[in-house]
């Protein structure tokens, strides 16, 4: 099974900036899909941004705003979260689906981002 490991986090003030950073223990290169979901309280889980196949998707909320990368020699997937409002107070997630691995599905544990107004 793959393990994903959040870091970053914590406490930000509306309108700064933070970075989240998941360390994968296979190849980046490897997955079909990688990238990272958030849920918020009382919410469901949500898309942030992930890497599918050769293009990149964004959460309608956080375009313009979030910037995901990827660093395959380090098997890291960041993202860049910019003009943070209490909206994307959430735990976010990182996932990568590999079709080739049994389970296909893998999530971090979580890491807790709050922003406060």
């Known amino acids: 099974q793959v393990q994903l490991v959040e870091s970053g986090g914590g406490l930000v003030q509306a309108g700064g900036s933070t970075r989240l950073s998941c360390a994968a223990s296979r190849s980046t290169s490897n997955f079909n899909v990688i990238g990272w979901y958030r849920q918020a309280p009382g919410k469901q889980r949500e898309l942030v941004a992930v890497f599918s196949g050769s293009t990149t998707n964004y959460g309608d909320s956080v375009k313009g705003r979030f910037t995901i990368s990827r660093d395959n020699a380090k098997n890291t997937v960041d993202l860049q979260m910019n003009s943070l409002n209490p909206e994307d107070t959430a735990v976010y997630y990182c996932?990568?689906?590999?079709?080739?691995?049994?389970?296909?599905?893998?999530w971090g544990q979580g890491t807790q981002v709050t922003i406060s107004s």
């Open positions: 996932y990568a689906l590999s079709l080739l691995l049994r389970p296909p599905i893998s």
